[in-house]
């Protein structure tokens, strides 16, 4: 079972160290505004672009909105990955966008 994390705790553990997050939208919403460093994987080419992933990590996934990250977050705990699903999405993101 994948955690998850609030967006307020999410920016106070994104500014104390450096994590790895992965925004799982559309390209057009990823274009639109993203946390700064995230990758992006959208959900929509899952599985094949899992294979950017280490399993060697922890990985903080966000949407819009919680849902699609959290469909990814199940099918990255089900492949071994360590995954932690931001609730709320960009839509509850209060921090930097770029």
Known sequence: MYK???SSDFKKILN???IHVVDVREQDEYDAGHIPGASHL???GFPENVKELSKDKKHYLICASGG???M????LDAAGFDVVNVEGGMMQ???DIE
Request: hydrophobic letters at 20%; one cysteine or more.
């Open 72 to 75: 990814a977050c199940n099918q």
């Open 42 to 44: 959208p959900l929509s």
């Open 93 to 95: 993101w209060r921090g």
């Open 68 to 70: 699609r990250s959290s």
């Open 16 to 18: 104390e160290k450096q």
């Open 4 to 6: 998850s994390i609030d």
